[in-house]
């Protein structure tokens, strides 16, 4: 769940439940940092309110697993070098983002440490309840993780699918050593 499903009814939707991927708000260092380095100095380009909202922080978790694959790949294959797509696909499959580093990088609270490999894209399987209060979303549960015994078999179907579909061919262990 994310504002746009709840904001335009408000009050209307207060106790409205959903699973989130990562928190939102703006008490995690890395909310307060874009506030007081960017917007305070007026160089947002976006609405000041929407920062820290759930699709805001989906977004900077983005950025931030796109710039750590970045730079885990330049520690293979050349500190502050441009790197090839396949490069950062490299850095991308082999993330490694434990709690220390998240805290490390104002994301403490934000989402669950996560581990990336060639064979295994799926990286964090946890989720956590939060409820509208009719103005904002607040955590509700402690993280969950999913069953992998359920959910392994129901991905690698679906990739199956996909691969045949496309007439791709599946990476083997071989491929992930490149």
Not at 7 to 28: E, I
Not at 75 to 96: H, S
Request: net charge positive.
């Amino acid at each position: 769940g994310a504002e746009p499903d709840t904001k335009d009814v408000g009050a209307n939707a207060k106790g409205y439940n959903a699973l989130a991927l990562n928190t939102s708000g703006t008490q995690p260092k890395v909310i307060q940092d874009i506030l007081k380095t960017v917007h305070d100095k007026g160089q947002g380009t976006g609405p000041k309110d929407e920062v820290g909202s759930v699709l805001y922080t989906r977004g900077v978790i983005i950025q931030m697993l796109t710039i750590e694959a970045v730079k885990r790949a330049q520690e293979r294959f050349g500190k502050g070098k441009v790197m090839t797509g396949e490069q950062v696909r490299w850095g991308m499959e082999n993330l490694a983002l434990d709690q220390k580093k998240l805290d490390a990088l104002g994301f403490s609270g934000v989402m669950r440490p996560v581990s990336t490999s060639c064979q295994d894209h799926m990286g964090s399987t946890w989720a956590r309840v939060h409820t509208w209060d009719g103005a904002k979303w607040g955590d509700m549960s402690d993280w969950y993780q999913a069953d992998e015994q359920i959910i392994k078999p129901m991905v690698k179907a679906a990739g199956d699918k996909y691969a045949g579909e496309k007439k791709l061919t599946r990476r083997d262990a071989a491929d992930c050593q490149s």
